[in-house]
């Protein structure tokens, strides 16, 4: 039997047989938050020489890039998903296949109070009908940073430097994965953000970049072009920001608008080989 690190169950030990995953994917049991007042369960997915080693009891031999998805219900299977998979785990292992391998944490959201964990600055928005929302960003990043990574880096052999360290979300989740390179820049120097709500309080993240508040990363932004009235000019609009501040396209910016897609998972999954093959 495999003896994987203390503290992981295997996913289906976790979940039961009637699941979508595919590859090695384990489970850490109800990680505690104090900044954020709760607990969750953690995904991690194995790139194949990573759990072939463990599994035959041999230390790897090498130290693997790690990938940290929100919105982690939605990462691996279609079961524990409110609104469909990205395949994630399909994509990572046929990355492996071309030789890209990766550890990948998929971090659910916090349910109902997801819009405040995603959003750094707590106030009213359009998109809420008015309602004060946000603000809890920094505290889940913190959190992120403090406790989920610290956790995998002590349970993998985890390349740890900021360029081997990234990111990935959608809408939402798109938004804090910008953010978290300005909010953890020592931290952070990849991200992958799909469909990012960038018009979020009056494109403050927009001003933030244009302040010099976000170093160098490697970022991949995309968006559908049957999202939400406005949503293509909205990305335009932090493409151009981020060219005027030094980022160049097809080197350290991948910037895709994809004709005819709409704001959902399927379109996420059907964007993210790319995405990754980019930032990575």
Excluded at 51 to 57: F, N, R
Excluded at 71 to 83: H, I, L
Excluded at 242 to 256: A, M, N, P, S
Aim: aromatic share 10%; net charge negative; hydrophobic share 40%.
């Amino acid at each position: 039997m495999t003896a994987w690190p203390r503290g992981w169950l295997p996913y289906e030990e976790v979940h039961g047989k009637d699941h979508t995953v595919i590859g090695t994917v384990l489970v850490w049991k109800k990680l505690e938050s104090k900044e954020l007042d709760r607990a969750r369960d953690i995904s991690v997915y194995l790139p194949p020489s990573l759990a072939e080693a463990l599994s035959q009891g041999r230390a790897p031999d090498r130290r693997y890039p790690v990938l940290y998805f929100m919105d982690g219900q939605n990462a691996f299977d279609e079961r524990t998903s409110y609104v469909g998979e990205w395949q994630a785990d399909e994509t990572l292992e046929e990355l492996a296949r071309d030789g890209l391998e990766a550890i990948a944490v998929a971090v659910p959201n916090g349910h109902e109070a997801r819009m405040d964990e995603y959003d750094p600055w707590r106030g009213k928005n359009a998109f809420t009908k008015g309602r004060v929302s946000g603000g809890k960003g920094d505290a889940f990043l913190e959190w992120l940073v403090g406790s989920v990574k610290e956790m995998v880096d002590s349970s993998f052999p985890t390349r740890t430097e900021r360029e081997a360290t990234g990111i990935v979300g959608s809408s939402l989740g798109g938004l804090i994965s910008l953010y978290a390179l300005i909010g953890q820049p020592k931290v952070f120097g990849m991200a992958v953000s799909m469909s990012p709500a960038v018009r979020w309080h009056d494109f403050e993240l927009l001003r933030l970049i244009e302040g010099g508040r976000m170093p160098k990363s490697r970022i991949h932004i995309d968006m559908g072009t049957h999202e939400w009235s406005g949503a293509v000019e909205d990305l335009r609009q932090l493409r151009d920001v981020l060219i005027g501040c030094g980022w160049r396209e097809g080197r350290d910016l991948q910037y895709v608008e994809e004709r005819n897609a709409w704001h959902r998972e399927s379109a996420w999954a059907r964007r993210l080989p790319d995405a990754l093959r980019f930032v990575m």
